[in-house]
Structures are given as structure tokens and as C-alpha cells.
């Protein structure tokens, strides 16, 4: 019987949740805005606030206006300088912002083309467009380097040390796959998953594996990897299970577009069903599951199921993190923040 999580502690905001962040160490970062009664705003600008949240405790450690975040796009993390690190769009188009960690005193703002997601790392910042993938230096936002090919459509991206993985859509073929680059530079792409999966929802990096949440798990398994994999696909079909619709694969990170997976399972749910609600995470060599307000735990590298809980909330999530076997759940107007011990 799945059991339900232990919360630490919750808090009910006067803000509307939009974006939170949840690093390994240092203060939760959230982002918000206050919505007016009746809904009618004066003009088009929103009054958005970043706050910083003490993790222990939930308490408010500061507050400061913030005008970049909202919604699509929203990226947050800490720099080298332990500065908080914001990309995200605002009503003057998309931008970066550095605010001091101990104050949220703002310290630097810096328009950037728009750009549908974004990670920020102590080095580098890396915002995702339809057309490039930029890398910016975190410390002063220049940009570091950009890559795109024509014929390519980006979507998301993760990154693990000098690796950097980007799913993509071969516009020719309106397949999708994965591309390979190097972090530091944005030189030596390589095709990692060949464009042939339908949709890949979702993409997570793990130590040594990438996980992958895709339709049609058998489009993106390479020749090598169907035959070595064949075996098992037969055995589940013979015991009655659904091969069809969403999957989980994952892959090395050292690996090449031939390599076999570490492992796949399937998450049962259909193309018929709502796949908005399947989202996944990782951190700390574990994969975290989400569907609806179930949340299953596997071991990122072989996939071994570790156990599962029940998150009041999660269901219904604005956005959720997981960090040092912590998850935070961000609702419309409350943050949460559950253990996971498993």
C-alpha cells in the first residue's frame, strides 16, 4: 500500500505560485505575483516578487520585486558568487537578473531574445529557443557561445558536467530526438537519439544515465538496442503487459546513438489519456515519477522500483522539485515542502 509523505512544513501565500527553485543547498527560491481582487488589473504590468525561503523552517527570508519570471521560460538557480540567478519573461520581453542572496538587492539586468526554457548553472546560464540554444556566463550574462542547424526545431534541454542533451524535431520528418553537445562550448554535436520518436515529453539527467519520457518506445531504440532488447520485449508482451503508449527510457551519458539501454519500463498511460499528468524529475542517482498525486521512486541507473508515496497536492501542482530527498510542491497559493525517504 503506498503510503503518504511526511510533510515538514507548509505555508499559505498572499502570491499566485508561478516558479520555484530548489537547489541542493541555500535558501528556496520563489517566484509570484499578487493578483488583484476581481482579477482587473490598472495595466499590463504585473507586480511580481521573488522571495527567498528558508528551507528548515519555510519562513521568508526576504522579498523583493521582480518583474522577470513569469510563466514559460522561467528559470532560476544560484551563481558562483552565491548571487540569485533569475531568466524568464517579463512585460519588457525576456531577461536575466542577478539579486544578492542574503538581501534581493537587484545587482544586474540583461534583456535576452526570447526563449521557451531555461537552466541556470554556476557557470552557465542556457536558454532553449525555437531556432538556437544559447549559453550565457553566468557571473555577467555574455553570451558564451550558440549553436543551431537548420532544418531543427528545439525544445528542452539537460546537462550533466561538459554534457549537454537537447531534444529536438527534425523538421523534415516531424520526428524527435535527442542531440549531444559539448556544455562549455556548444561544439560536437552529435545525434544521441536518431529523430524518430513521435514525442519525447519529457528529459531528465541523472549521474551517468539520461531518462527519457517518450510515446513509442520502440522508435528510439537503436538496431543494437532492439535486438538486445528483444527478449524482454516478448516476455512482457507475454505476460500480458501494454507495450504501447508513454515509456521511460533511460540511457548513458558516455553512450553514442548505438548503445544499448540501461533500461525501459512502461508508465500505462495512453496516448488517450492525460500525459500532461505524467512529469518526471531526478536527483541524486534516484528518478521521481509523478502521476497525479502518486509519486514512485526507481533507481536512475537500473531502474529498480525503491517505493512510492502520496503527495496531497501534487495532483494539482503550479510546479514541483525534488532535491536531497526533499520535494517541493508549489500550488496556486501554498508551497509545501514533503521528506522522501526512500
Known amino acids: 500500500m503506498t503510503r503518504t509523505a511526511r510533510r515538514r512544513w507548509s505555508r499559505e501565500l498572499q502570491t499566485q505560485v508561478d516558479g520555484l527553485c530548489l537547489a541542493a543547498s541555500g535558501p528556496i527560491l520563489l517566484h509570484g505575483y499578487e493578483e488583484p481582487v476581481g482579477g482587473k488589473w490598472v495595466d499590463d504590468v504585473i507586480p511580481g516578487k521573488l522571495g527567498a525561503i528558508d528551507r528548515t523552517t519555510g519562513e521568508t527570508l526576504w522579498s523583493s520585486p521582480c518583474e522577470v519570471g513569469y510563466g514559460r521560460g522561467f528559470g532560476a538557480g544560484f551563481g558562483r558568487a552565491q548571487n540569485a540567478v533569475v531568466l524568464g519573461p517579463s512585460n519588457q520581453g525576456h531577461r536575466a537578473i542577478r539579486m544578492d542572496i542574503n538581501s534581493g538587492e537587484l545587482l544586474m539586468v540583461q534583456d535576452l531574445p526570447a526563449f521557451d526554457v531555461a537552466l541556470v548553472h554556476e557557470d552557465l546560464c542556457i536558454s532553449v529557443q525555437p531556432g538556437r540554444v544559447v549559453g550565457y556566463n553566468t557571473d555577467d550574462f555574455s553570451r558564451a557561445w550558440e549553436f543551431g542547424r537548420s532544418g531543427e526545431r528545439y525544445h528542452t534541454a539537460a546537462r550533466e558536467g ?181
Open 162 to 342: 561538459s554534457r549537454l542533451f537537447i531534444v529536438y524535431t527534425d523538421s523534415t520528418t516531424k520526428k524527435q530526438g535527442v542531440l549531444m553537445l559539448d556544455a562549455e562550448t556548444g561544439k560536437r554535436a552529435t545525434v544521441w537519439v536518431a529523430p524518430n520518436v513521435p514525442v519525447i515529453h519529457g528529459m531528465v539527467v541523472g549521474p551517468h544515465a539520461v531518462v527519457l519520457l517518450l510515446e513509442e518506445l520502440i522508435t528510439a531504440l537503436s538496431h543494437e538496442g532492439l535486438v538486445s532488447s528483444a527478449t524482454t520485449l516478448g516476455d512482457i508482451e507475454e505476460a500480458g503487459h501494454e507495450t504501447s503508449g508513454l515509456a521511460l527510457l533511460a540511457l548513458r551519458t558516455d553512450g553514442d546513438e548505438n548503445q544499448a539501454p540501461l533500461w525501459f519500463d512502461f508508465v500505462g498511460a495512453s496516448p488517450e489519456d492525460d500525459i500532461a499528468e505524467v512529469t518526471i524529475r531526478s536527483d541524486s542517482g534516484k528518478l521521481y515519477v509523478n502521476r497525479g498525486a502518486h509519486c514512485g521512486v526507481r533507481d536512475t541507473l537500473t531502474g529498480r522500483a525503491l517505493g512510492a508515496v502520496t503527495i496531497p497536492g501534487l495532483d494539482e501542482h503550479i510546479a514541483w522539485s525534488v532535491s536531497q530527498g526533499a520535494l517541493l510542491l508549489g500550488e496556486e497559493t501554498r508551497i509545501s515542502l514533503y521528506e522522501i525517504p526512500i
